[in-house]
T-cell receptor
């Protein structure tokens, strides 16, 4: 069965410091991986995706993610955190058992950036 | 371009009632999917429509249904509401149905079942 795990419910970081939000996955075959962010009382916004190619994927708002096949991980990173980055972050994998765009989401990680 | 629009923003219903939620996708987007978000279960896929046809369905009971109209607008219906149906229901649209398509989400409809 396919699954996504976000091992940390919450990540706290000081503004200006680098941040990492962790994600591991379990899929059969090649994974299609995504990161989305949710701000309070809002829907999700797409940050980046990995389909194939370079293991380092760059996305919106200065975020990037590193795909590691041997560790089955897809961690989200940013070199310098901003207070405005505080939000709920979701890692997701395409559900290949379904046609179309269906995603399997992790439980989410709350990122809190302090000033 | 206007984003994905969901109405209403909030709903309060009682057990046993039924409810219909509406979603207008981004202009030109043909795929609309629905997700349920709860604190306990997180985000779970409900179903996806493409060109008025349901293409995929998640693991939800038959009380949950939907449809898509010729203008790509979609509605989701939940019959015989249960307390556990209280959730944020998110609609997402994409241009195509490709496996690497990114989704554009609306702000959701917060449903409370009393």
């Amino acid at each position: 069965a396919q699954s996504v795990a976000q091992p940390e419910d919450q990540v706290n970081v000081a503004e200006g410091n680098p941040l990492t939000v962790k994600c591991t996955y379990s899929v059969s075959g090649n994974p299609y991986l995504f990161w989305y962010v949710q701000y309070p009382n809002r829907g999700l916004q797409f940050l980046l995706k990995y389909i194939t190619g370079d293991n380092l994927v760059k996305g919106s708002y200065g975020f990037e993610a590193e795909f590691n096949k041997s560790q089955t991980s897809f961690h989200l990173k940013k070199p310098s955190a901003l207070v405005s980055d505080s939000a709920l972050y979701f890692c997701a994998v395409r559900d290949i058992a379904q046609a179309g765009t269906a995603l399997i989401f992790g439980k989410g990680t709350t990122l809190s950036v302090s000033s | 371009k206007a984003g994905v629009t969901q109405t209403p923003r909030y709903l309060i219903k009682t057990r046993g009632q039924q409810v219909t939620l509406s979603c207008s996708p981004i202009s030109g987007h043909r795929s609309v999917s629905w997700y349920q978000q709860t604190p306990g279960q997180g985000l779970q896929f409900l179903f996806e429509y493409f060109s008025e046809t349901q293409r995929n369905k998640g693991n939800f009971p038959g009380r949950f249904s939907g449809r898509q109209f010729s203008n790509s607008r979609s509605e989701m219906n939940v019959s015989t509401l249960e307390l556990g149906d209280s959730a944020l229901y998110l609609c997402a649209s994409s241009f195509e149905q490709g496996e690497n398509e990114k989704l554009f989400f609306g702000s959701g409809t917060q449903l409370s079942v009393l």
